[in-house]
């Protein structure tokens, strides 16, 4: 089964607004960590935002938000007052210290913001 | 500043050659990844090594080994290089925990020909 499950391919959003990239994972875990990251044209790989799984309280690293649903399992990540430069790629991942702490990631969702 | 590095940024290889991609990190991090990233697939898991010497099969393991003599250092081994392995392999390196996160090389695009 599918770790973690990034349902939109490709998503576009207009300058300056909020723009929501889905992800849901699985486990059976008690205990697990969630990241996003992402990915412009030029291919690094670049940490975005963290959340742990007795977090309470929703991340927020700056402009990127997650919007953690434990009990749905998903993990999305708000990105408010979108800019040209946040087109990229984004990547759901997720680590489970009971697996090794193996790093699982999505298929991913491309994002072009238009001007 | 923290790195880690890949060996080659492009690589062009012939079917049937083993070919060695290389990984450095200087952070001291305990586990080490390796994935292949594909168009629609995302990251694959191929290995990881969670200490010298040590390592476990990710989700795609097979036509690769790895080793990791030293703990800087892991190296992903394609035994019989084949077409259907081109593609762009990522090294990642973190530390134990499932708080922290994992830091990527710049990613080696391999071309098998």
């Known amino acids: 089964a599918q770790k973690i499950t990034q349902t939109q391919p490709g998503m576009f959003v207009q300058e300056k607004e909020a723009v929501t990239l889905d992800c849901t994972y699985d486990?059976?875990?008690?205990?697990?960590?969630l990241f996003w990251y992402k990915q412009p044209s030029s291919g690094e790989m670049i940490f975005l935002i963290y959340q742990g799984s007795y977090d309470e309280q929703n991340a927020t690293e700056g402009r990127y938000s997650l919007n953690f649903q434990k009990a749905r399992k998903s993990a999305n990540l708000v990105i408010s007052a979108s800019q040209l430069g946040d087109s990229a790629m984004y990547f759901c991942a997720m680590r489970e210290p009971n697996n090794f702490n193996k790093f699982y990631f999505g298929s991913g969702t491309k994002l072009n913001v238009k001007p | 500043d923290v790195k880690v590095t890949q060996s080659s940024r492009y690589l062009v290889k012939r079917t049937g050659e083993k070919v060695f991609l290389e990984c450095v990190q200087d952070m001291d991090h305990e586990n080490m990844f390796w994935y292949r990233q594909d168009p629609g697939l995302g990251l694959r898991l191929i290995y990881f090594?969670?200490?010298?010497?040590?390592?476990e099969k990710g989700d795609i393991p097979e036509g690769y080994s790895v080793s990791r003599e030293k703990k800087e250092r892991f190296s992903l081994i394609l035994e019989s290089a084949s077409t259907n392995q081109t593609s762009m392999y990522l090294c990642a390196s973190s530390h134990q925990g499932e708080v922290t996160e994992a830091f990527f090389g710049q990613g080696t695009r391999l071309t098998v020909v």
């Open positions: 486990t059976s875990d008690q205990s697990y960590g």
């Open positions: 090594s969670y200490d010298v010497k040590m390592k």
